[in-house]
């Protein structure tokens, strides 16, 4: 069953598309069937890894590749820029410059690409270079839609490509590729997958013999980004703390291709026996590292919750000045927690106020009566309400101090990352034991959560859904939810499509 859903899962992704703070920026890679070694901040230069088929024969590159993005209103400009070696004698150096116009529809958001200008390509292989072809046209079309979810966004294209290449003899090469890509984009982690096939056509002259062959290639490529925690021990004892968070953003792509090209006779000319290429490329960017700040929480060591506490500490999603592990979460401090786990903006009440008074001469007013706006957990409270990820309890009521329950955190949780829709309609069944116990409002996000791996039940097999939460028992919830962002996303994009 988990299979299944996980399928309903990444079905879902590939029908979506994004645009909130970009962390794994799609098209890192280019479109041109090779892989980077991902996006880093403040970095435009990449390790680039790419395999040339128009010899008849696999010819793996590698080098640099510069990217370099501008964005004027509803125009984005995009220019590649690849500098790529294969040993002593082969190099290839290609530009190439897009033009997207970008449309905004509701929480969607459709990409539109094109070539800019004419790309400018030289490669050579041995003793042949093979220039893009004067006399032919070199055509890109490209469109992806995002979808913005709270926590995360997902997108999907696709693409299609022709290109000939005018080589030695006379000889002319047309390059035919059409690619899909999905992927999703947020702070923890983001992946990136591209299918393309791609067929081959060459026409030439060798000796008095007219040569000609055509060839067919399938590459799949997964790239991936994740800020990954690691607890470091200090050795000398003779220092103020014990030890602290590392978190390291890892950046891996990898590449697989398979290949159908003809074998070559002595002289050079293609037989009609067809030779299949199968390999592997892979990439990893070299990592970026950042020590997070040590809390003081040694009144908890110990404890079973003492990891999860000690991480959302480190990463400032709690901030509390003493935690209190069996004290209940109150539904605003768990709006604020949510908020910070998500990493989503916040507008603070000053800013919020001000802006309100600059553009509509007004004062800001509050969703909720019970939460005015100068509540100390309103900002979040207020995130919450305008992206429907947290709603009221009724008749224009928040009820901040209310105790959170199990099923409310769930419900939140599948709401961030916008998989309502997954569970069964109009609904779902859960395994657990009490699942007559869950509300009607609450029984598919508590499906898809169980499928995907965010709870479980007790021992016996209850879920105890109407249960309050203490603040240990929310500390786990938080830090598996980012652990799944983190960790578990990735991990169905890349063993789905690529085969180890």
Same mark, same amino acid.
């Given at each position: 069953?988990?299979?299944?859903?996980?399928?309903?899962?990444?079905?879902?992704?590939?029908?979506?598309?994004?645009?909130?703070? $970009?962390?794994?920026?799609?098209?890192?890679?280019?479109?041109?069937?090779?892989?980077?070694?991902?996006?880093?901040? !403040?970095? +435009?230069?990449?390790?680039?890894?790419?395999?040339?088929?128009?010899?008849?024969?696999?010819?793996?590159?590698? !080098?640099?590749?510069?990217?370099?993005?501008?964005?004027?209103? =509803?125009?984005?400009?995009?220019?590649?820029?690849?500098?790529?070696?294969?040993?002593?004698?082969?190099?290839?150096?290609?530009?190439?410059?897009?033009?997207?116009?970008?449309?905004?529809?509701?929480?969607?958001?459709? @990409?539109?690409?094109?070539?800019?200008?004419?790309?400018?390509?030289?490669?050579?292989?041995?003793?042949?270079?093979?220039?893009?072809?004067?006399?032919?046209?070199?055509?890109?079309?490209?469109?992806?839609?995002?979808?913005?979810?709270?926590?995360?966004?997902?997108?999907?294209?696709?693409?299609?490509?022709?290109?000939?290449?005018?080589?030695?003899?006379? @000889?002319?090469?047309?390059?035919?590729?059409?690619?899909?890509?999905?992927?999703? =984009? /947020?702070?923890?982690?983001?992946?990136? #997958? +591209?299918?393309?096939?791609?067929?081959?056509?060459?026409?030439?002259?060798? !000796?008095?013999?007219?040569?000609?062959?055509?060839?067919?290639?399938?590459?799949?490529?997964?790239?991936?980004?994740?800020? /990954?925690?690691?607890?470091?021990?200090?050795?000398?004892?003779?220092?103020?703390?014990?030890? !602290?968070?590392?978190?390291? /953003?890892?950046?891996?792509?990898?590449?697989?291709?398979?290949?159908?090209?003809?074998?070559?006779?002595?002289?050079?000319?293609?037989?009609?026996?067809?030779?299949?290429?199968?390999?592997?490329?892979?990439?990893?960017?070299?990592?970026?590292?950042?020590?997070?700040?040590?809390?003081?929480?040694?009144?908890?060591?110990?404890?079973?919750?003492?990891?999860?506490?000690?991480?959302?500490?480190?990463?400032?999603?709690?901030?509390?000045?003493?935690?209190?592990?069996? /004290?209940?979460?109150?539904?605003?401090?768990?709006?604020?927690?949510?908020?910070?786990? $998500?990493?989503?903006?916040?507008?603070?009440?000053?800013?919020?106020? +001000?802006?309100?008074?600059?553009? @509509?001469?007004? +004062?800001?007013?509050?969703?909720?009566?019970?939460?005015?706006?100068?509540?100390?957990?309103?900002?979040?409270?207020?995130?919450?309400?305008?992206?429907?990820?947290?709603?009221?309890?009724?008749?224009?009521?928040?009820?901040?101090?209310?105790?959170?329950?199990?099923?409310?955190?769930?419900?939140?949780?599948?709401?961030?990352?916008?998989?309502?829709?997954?569970?069964?309609?109009?609904?779902? #069944?859960?395994?657990?034991?009490?699942?007559?116990?869950?509300?009607?409002?609450?029984?598919?996000? #508590? $499906?898809?959560?169980?499928?995907?791996?965010?709870?479980?039940?007790?021992?016996?097999?209850?879920?105890?859904?109407?249960?309050?939460?203490?603040?240990?028992?929310?500390?786990?919830?938080?830090?598996?939810?980012?652990?799944?962002?983190?960790?578990?996303?990735?991990?169905?994009? @890349?063993?789905?499509?690529?085969?180890?």
């Amino acid at each position: 069953m988990k299979k299944k859903i996980c399928s309903f899962l990444v079905l879902l992704m590939i029908l979506l598309n994004t645009s909130f703070p $970009a962390y794994g920026m799609p098209g890192v890679n280019g479109y041109q069937g090779g892989i980077s070694s991902g996006e880093v901040e !403040g970095v +435009q230069t990449y390790d680039y890894k790419e395999v040339v088929f128009i010899t008849g024969e696999p010819v793996v590159y590698s !080098g640099q590749l510069v990217v370099v993005r501008s964005t004027k209103t =509803d125009t984005e400009t995009t220019t590649y820029r690849y500098n790529l070696t294969s040993g002593e004698n082969n190099r290839l150096t290609r530009t190439v410059v897009l033009e997207t116009k970008i449309e905004e529809k509701s929480n969607q958001t459709v @990409r539109k690409t094109i070539l800019k200008s004419r790309p400018v390509e030289r490669i050579t292989i041995g003793d042949v270079v093979y220039t893009l072809d004067t006399l032919s046209t070199v055509d890109f079309s490209m469109s992806t839609i995002t979808d913005r979810r709270p926590a995360c966004d997902y997108f999907a294209g696709n693409w299609n490509s022709k290109k000939t290449y005018s080589g030695g003899n006379g @000889r002319l090469v047309t390059v035919t590729t059409t690619g899909k890509n999905y992927g999703y =984009d /947020q702070y923890w982690g983001s992946a990136e #997958v +591209q299918e393309i096939s791609m067929s081959i056509e060459s026409t030439g002259q060798i !000796g008095n013999e007219q040569d000609h062959w055509t060839g067919m290639v399938d590459i799949k490529i997964s790239s991936s980004t994740s800020k /990954q925690l690691i607890y470091m021990n200090n050795r000398p004892e003779e220092i103020s703390f014990e030890g !602290g968070y590392l978190q390291k /953003q890892q950046n891996n792509s990898i590449l697989q291709y398979t290949a159908y090209l003809p074998e070559f006779d002595s002289r050079g000319i293609s037989t009609d026996r067809i030779v299949k290429y199968k390999d592997e490329l892979s990439l990893q960017s070299f990592p970026r590292q950042e020590r997070l700040p040590v809390p003081d929480l040694k009144k908890i060591k110990g404890h079973w919750y003492e990891k999860d506490v000690k991480e959302l500490y480190s990463l400032e999603v709690l901030d509390d000045n003493e935690f209190v592990p069996n /004290q209940y979460m109150t539904r605003a401090e768990f709006a604020k927690a949510v908020v910070k786990a $998500a990493k989503m903006p916040v507008e603070e009440n000053n800013n919020r106020q +001000q802006g309100r008074r600059n553009n @509509r001469k007004e +004062q800001e007013v509050s969703p909720y009566l019970d939460v005015p706006t100068n509540h100390a957990y309103y900002p979040y409270i207020r995130t919450l309400y305008d992206n429907g990820t947290m709603t009221g309890t009724g008749n224009n009521n928040f009820n901040p101090d209310g105790i959170i329950t199990r099923v409310e955190a769930l419900t939140i949780f599948i709401r961030l990352m916008g998989f309502e829709s997954i569970a069964p309609n109009p609904t779902a #069944v859960t395994l657990f034991r009490d699942n007559d116990s869950i509300p009607d409002w609450g029984r598919n996000s #508590v $499906a898809v959560a169980s499928y995907i791996g965010l709870v479980k039940g007790d021992d016996y097999g209850y879920l105890n859904p109407n249960q309050p939460m203490t603040k240990a028992e929310a500390a786990a919830f938080l830090n598996r939810f980012i652990n799944y962002m983190r960790y578990d996303i990735i991990k169905d994009y @890349r063993d789905r499509v690529m085969t180890y």
